[in-house]
């Protein structure tokens, strides 16, 4: 299902779902993620979800936040400029929604809950899919490839939401240059290219004029494996098909042009493509740091006192963890966090996570193997309102390098910087953009790197902050983010409806 609507609205919906990117301002309540902001919604029950939109526009996404239900519940979210405003680029012949998704033979429950029995990587999928279809290049799919048809010399304008739970992807059209107009319903300095990288949660909107001989072609994706792991190599497709092409005319299906995707680790490409983008003028940077934090993210490992378990079925006998500053995040089930916190109840959460890690190492060179274990606990991270906040995100080399898409409900931030190795706090900031740094809700860690981000913390509440690598989430690479109220009923969460689900 897509929603389409105008900007502002108040929404009211009854589904379980979470609003990908929405602020949702003093209203955490219709947030979604279980046991974050909301104990589930079970069997039989129901929830309204009141939706209110403010000064966002562009594409975003919902999708369960239950395991993997997300694998094939989901859907676009466009929000469109008020009547009369115009976007600020040339205006498209028409719009198409590209979701870029995942596909498994099996049940992806069942998948999810083989690795967490066993302690192993989950199996990779089985295909990816356009518009949930795989496209020509599988078998006994190629009769329902997606067909998107156009005018020779018109402009279309691509809405693409990666939707696939565990991988960034490259996508491309045959012969055809993009043109980035905006990303995670955030406008950009429009920049041409023949390839995007996209990591699970972001969207990116670009322009494509059909200026091309015509003829179809092929629009693709395929894996941007940044890790040391195994990951699944097909490709999907779906067909821009030219309406005045000959064979098109005749009737005739001829065989689509192929799309050139880069090498399935070309981390250049990616990091090239992820460096161009920039908010469309000067925006206001947070520049008075109140708080600054240093996360480490990445994979770890948990010992196992029976090796030879099937419950240990990682590597050399361990079970897989993940981690930020060696605390792996684990998800309350008495109350929901933010639940628990309203109702003043203990027991459920504590607000003691570490800024910093409890060690400092080379992150991105050998790692100790003894600091591949981290603990688990359910612990936040509180900010008073208003505080200016800096994080920066280390990957690590615990396992592998990887580009871990980081994603904050409730927030837009501003990405300032990213660079390879291990960040320097001396020499880093000086390189930083605050002038005219792109506005998103979902970065992706320079894989053997880092990423600086900033943002106000203007909207009370918990708000989850987490890889959208649902392997990685679900492993614990997560932490809630805790917003104090300020002063006044505009400074303060609102209270919660009355039919919101108990644990």
Not at 76 to 96: D, N, R, S, T, V
Not at 407 to 427: A, L, Q, R
Request: aromatic content about 12%; overall charge positive.
């Amino acid at each position: 299902m897509q929603l389409w609507m105008l900007h502002p609205d108040l929404i009211v919906l009854k589904l379980s779902n979470v609003w990908h990117g929405l602020r949702q301002f003093r209203n955490p309540w219709a947030d979604g993620p279980s046991y974050i902001t909301q104990c589930p919604i079970r069997p039989g029950q129901a929830y309204t979800y009141r939706i209110k939109i403010e000064n966002q526009e562009g594409t975003l996404w919902w999708h369960s936040h239950f395991q993997w239900l997300r694998a094939t519940v989901y859907g676009a979210l466009i929000i469109y400029p008020k009547l009369g405003k115009p976007y600020p680029f040339i205006m498209p012949k028409k719009e198409i929604p590209i979701m870029l998704g995942e596909w498994w033979n099996r049940n992806p429950q069942s998948v999810l809950r083989q690795s967490m029995f066993t302690g192993a990587a989950p199996n990779v999928s089985d295909a990816y899919t356009i518009n949930g279809q795989p496209g020509d290049l599988y078998p006994c799919s190629n009769k329902e490839t997606t067909i998107f048809p156009v005018e020779s010399g018109e402009t279309i304008l691509l809405r693409v939401i990666n939707s696939a739970l565990n991988q960034e992807l490259f996508f491309g059209v045959a012969n055809h240059k993009l043109t980035v107009v905006g990303a995670d319903a955030s406008y950009t300095k429009p920049f041409s290219t023949s390839v995007i990288m996209i990591g699970p949660g972001q969207t990116t909107d670009v322009l494509l004029t059909a200026d091309q001989q015509p003829a179809r072609y092929y629009m693709a994706a395929h894996a941007y494996n940044s890790a040391n792991a195994p990951f699944d190599n097909t490709t999907t497709t779906a067909i821009l098909e030219y309406k005045n092409a000959p064979c098109v005319q005749k009737g005739i299906k001829s065989q689509p042009i192929f799309a050139q995707l880069p090498g399935f680790n070309d981390t250049a490409t990616a990091n090239t493509f992820k460096t161009q983008f920039r908010s469309p003028q000067k925006v206001n940077v947070p520049t008075q740091i109140d708080v600054s934090l240093f996360f480490t993210t990445g994979l770890g490992l948990f010992n196992c006192s029976n090796p030879n378990s099937p419950r240990c079925q990682g590597p050399n006998g361990t079970r897989f963890a993940a981690s930020i500053n060696n605390v792996s995040f684990v998800l309350p089930t008495k109350n929901s966090i933010m639940q628990a916190y309203y109702q003043g109840q203990a027991g459920v959460f504590t607000t003691n996570f570490p800024p910093v890690p409890p060690v400092q190492f080379d992150y991105t060179g050998n790692v100790p193997r003894g600091l591949y274990q981290p603990v688990r606990r359910t612990k936040v991270y509180k900010f008073k309102f208003g505080s200016q906040v800096q994080i920066i995100f280390q990957n690590t080399n615990i396992v592998t390098v990887e580009d871990h898409p980081m994603h904050i409900h409730g927030y837009d931030f501003y990405v300032v910087g990213s660079g390879f190795g291990n960040f320097n706090p001396n020499t880093d900031p000086a390189k930083f953009n605050l002038i005219d740094p792109p506005q998103r809700n979902t970065i992706g860690t320079t894989p053997g790197g880092w990423v600086a981000i900033r943002f106000v913390a203007d909207n009370p509440g918990v708000w989850f902050l987490h890889c959208h690598l649902d392997s990685h989430l679900g492993l614990g690479l997560a932490v809630p983010l805790l917003v104090e109220n300020g002063v006044g009923p505009l400074q303060t969460v609102q209270p919660p409806p009355p039919d919101l689900p108990q644990c």
